[in-house]
């Protein structure tokens, strides 16, 4: 499975971004997807992921600020940012959930860069 991310770039807190991910090749293996972001010097987070069923888990400190919604059909994933804050800067990263038999491991994408000014 290859994850394609797009979106991310620089923007003045209080904006607006928005990041997708397109899932291709053996997708029919795809459980969940989502995005984790990693600041500068800091470890890899999760922000929010959605399940195959369309059931959100967005971290506490972007709750009310961001959403993240799913095509099942495209296996496509989107986070809208709204509302940024510098603390949101970092590498965001697509995540795909793979089921395989006995379990599941992580997939990613190449990361893409927010930077939120002040």
Known sequence: VQLQASGGGLVQAGGSLRLSCAASGNVGLVSGMGWYRQAPG???QLVAAITAAG???IADSVKG???ISRDSATYTVT???NSLKPEDTGVYYCN???QVFGGAY???GQGTLVTVSS
Request: aromatic residues 12%; charged residues 35%.
């Open 42 to 44: 800091k470890q890899r």
């Open 55 to 57: 059931t959100p888990d």
């Open 65 to 67: 600020r961001f959403t």
């Open 79 to 81: 986070l809208q940012m």
């Open 96 to 98: 795909a959930k793979i």
């Open 106 to 108: 992580d997939n990613w």
